[in-house]
């Protein structure tokens, strides 16, 4: 056989051995004709992503979870070769997370599913990297290991796993940042043998191991700062080779630290252990899907970029990829939220966390040819350090602001005005909730009644619709169905304020007040009880009893000397010069609220009634001249509150009303500016 092969090699060309060589590569290189790489019913192509380590013993690569019964998979070679794959985390929702045998060099896998795999190699270990785990936790002792002991045995399941790139973190990358156990599981290797000196700086208990021998710790509830010199190290003689490092690090609430410190024989000093210190993982990506089975499934993934919280109300930002093989595609995506988008790759915004579900279609020539519809689990970035971030909600309510909220799902329209409310934005208040209002009959429980008195406030001040749906919003959370009585009499009080100062309904507005308990409101509430008490005296033409009441619930008696009262009222008017008026509202508020003779005031009622017209509020501006004129009979600002009497009386259409006030005007106050005034706007 050897002399044959000689003879071949001297007979042929040297043009026709490189082509046989070529050919045998080839050859060797193209997976056997029943490959799963060919025959399985799907397949996703895994390839190294760029700036990834490498080389590297270990890849890693997240999975979308996308078929209801997907069978077994297996990972091979392009060739066709089973490679050993391990998953480390799969969750409902969430991102499936795999490690596998790249030791062989190759840059390009196929995860593959179906029946009938060839098997994998077995007892192969992912000897790389640094693996992070976390799991919720309580507060208990942690002074001795006994006490750790426990208090492992109670914590909760784990948040999640995955790669990290070194022991250096002051965060929870799979929740919450307070309460949890984060549990690193690294490999170094190790060129010459020494002492080498290990060190844990720590917010919390923390302790760590190599090879499974204890080296340091530092236990019980504690800052970093007695740590942060390396105060609390240990050392370890280790032999050349791999090396396994184990640290746990408990961490209550408060400021968050894990690391590890670490001096090699030669160093002069301990200094965080860095990532090239740990054997590489390298990072791969799904970057296409191939199948034989109709309809074709379609593959896509996600991950969370962004996120807007206060408290439990937070908008979340998720960036949608689809791994295709076609470029003739269109792709139409439909969320449980009641919106659609167009576009391979795209960006959108939750109103709320939780399962959310989502279908991508795929388009050709007009025709929908593949689909798939998959469980989301919408979760914030943990590891965003800003909580809230004005640019994202910036973003968030533009997003919201632009969709259709009459067919956005109650939970979420709801979950809007929960963030709209804790971001004091009243933009985006007045708009869902003025959806809310109209869809009234599919929020039916108490949470739903504090969400319409929070709605009611928002929709205040906003022209006469505004208003108008204000007093539906208080009525909505008012029924059996929805009241809630940790704010049943704060929605009375409000919708009394409506019937007195809005719709003039003196009747309902005194029944409202005289039931009000007073339990469940604020000091300010029950002084804000006593002064609309007074303005319904007022209203009702009971000057006298009015300024007892108003003097009954404090406030300086004699406003004459009383400077920021003064001051108040020129700001306010100033700011309603500048258009400013919710800032001017505000302060007319706080005006009448701190000096209660205010509200009898003509100037101040006065600015109060040009407020409500600049904002279109005629129903409060013309009930505010009516409750306003008897105080102000002999004032010489009666002109121009007749005036803006005739104004809003004409806006609603009340004309005999109007012309009643436009008579008196004129007779009363003919030679003022009031009257030349009416004379231009409604000649005869």
């Known amino acids: ?83 050993a794959c391990q998953t480390y985390w799969s969750a409902k929702g969430e991102l499936s997370r795999l490690r596998f045998d790249c030791s062989g060099g190759a840059r390009v896998y196929y995860l593959c599913f179906g029946t009938n795999l060839p098997a994998a190699p077995g007892g192969w270990k992912p000897e790389a990297g640094v693996l992070l785990e976390t799991r919720a936790c309580t507060r208990q002792p942690v002074d001795t290991f006994p006490e750790i002991s426990k208090l492992l045995d109670a914590a909760g399941p784990p948040q999640g796993r995955g790669y990290v790139p070194n022991v250096y973190w002051g965060m929870n990358p799979f929740g919450p940042s307070s309460f949890y156990i984060a549990s690193f599981t690294g490999w170094f290797r190790v060129y010459t043998a020494g002492s080498f000196r290990f060190a844990t700086v720590s917010t919390d208990a923390s302790w760590l191991q190599i090879d499974g021998q204890n080296v340091v710790e530092w236990l019980g509830e504690h800052s970093y700062h007695r740590g942060r010199r390396g105060e609390h190290n240990g050392t370890i003689l280790l032999r050349a080779g791999l090396h396994r490092l184990d640290y746990t690090q408990i961490q209550f609430d408060g400021e968050a630290a894990a690391e590890v410190a670490w001096q090699p024989p030669g160093a002069s000093r301990l200094e965080v252990m860095p990532a090239s210190a740990f054997t590489p993982v390298a990072r791969f990506r799904v970057t296409g899907c191939e199948t034989a089975t109709e309809p074709e499934p379609l593959y896509f993934d996600w991950r969370t970029v962004g996120h807007c919280a206060l408290d439990e109300a937070m908008a979340v930002q998720v960036r949608f990829r689809v791994a295709d093989n076609s470029h003739h595609r269109s792709y139409r995506w439909h969320f449980d939220d009641g919106t659609e988008a167009g576009g391979k790759n795209l960006e959108h915004f939750f109103p709320q966390p939780g399962l959310r579900q989502v279908t991508l279609e795929a388009w050709e020539n007009n025709s929908c040819v593949a689909t798939n519809t998959v469980q989301v689990r919408v979760a914030p970035n943990w590891l965003q350090r800003d909580w809230w971030r004005d640019d994202i909600f910036a973003d968030a309510k533009y997003d919201f602001l632009r969709r259709d909220l009459n067919h956005t799902p109650p939970p979420d329209l709801a979950a809007m005005i929960a963030l709209a409310d804790r971001a004091d934005d009243r ?258």
């Not at 399985?40 to 209801?68: F, K, Q, Y």
């Not at 019964?69 to 070679?77: A, E, I, K, N, S």
């Not at 929070?454 to 919003?473: P, R, T, Y």
């Not at 001017?584 to 509200?599: I, K, S």
């Open 427 to 684: 933009e985006l208040l007045t708009r869902a909730g003025t959806a809310m209002v109209n869809r009234a009959a599919e929020f039916t429980t108490a949470a739903d009644g504090i969400l319409f008195y929070k709605v009611g406030i928002g929709l205040e001040h906003q022209g006469d619709a505004g208003d108008a749906l204000a007093e539906k919003s208080f009525r909505f959370a008012l029924a059996p169905e929805r009241a809630a009585a940790t704010v049943a009499e704060k929605v009375k009080l409000r919708l009394a304020d409506l019937f007195i100062h809005w719709s003039g309904d003196f009747d309902g507005a005194e029944k409202l007040l005289a039931g009000l308990s007073g339990n469940n409101l604020t000091g300010d509430e029950r002084r804000q009880q006593k002064l609309l008490a007074g303005d319904l005296l007022l209203a009702r033409g009971k000057i006298e009893e009015a300024r007892r009441q108003y003097l009954d619930a404090g406030g300086p008696a004699d406003r004459s000397n009383t400077v920021a009262a003064a001051a108040r009222t020129e700001s306010a008017s100033i700011l309603i010069e500048h258009d400013q008026f919710a800032d001017a509202q505000d302060a007319l508020d706080r005006l009448m609220f701190d000096f209660p003779l205010e509200r009898m005031s003509p100037g101040a009622g006065l600015m109060e009634i040009q407020l409500a017209l600049a904002q279109k509020e005629f129903q409060r501006a013309f009930t505010g001249c009516q409750r306003l004129l008897p105080v102000a009979a002999d004032d010489p600002r009666a002109a121009q509150i007749l005036y803006a009497t005739v104004e809003s009386g004409c806006a609603l259409a009340r004309n005999d009303e109007a012309r009643r006030a436009l008579v008196r005007l004129l007779k009363e106050f003919p030679y003022s500016e009031a009257a030349a005034q009416a004379k231009e706007k409604w000649p005869k």
């Open 1 to 83: 056989m050897k002399s044959n092969r000689s003879w071949i090699n001297r007979s042929l060309p040297r043009r026709w051995l490189r082509i046989g060589s070529l050919l045998a590569v080839a050859t060797l290189a193209a997976p056997a004709q029943d490959s799963p790489v060919k025959t399985a019913p799907v397949r996703l192509r895994i390839e190294c992503a760029e700036n990834s380590d490498w080389p590297a013993t270990v890849g890693m690569v997240e999975i979308a979870p996308h078929w209801n019964d997907p069978g077994v998979f297996g990972l091979f070679t392009a060739e066709g070769k089973p490679v």
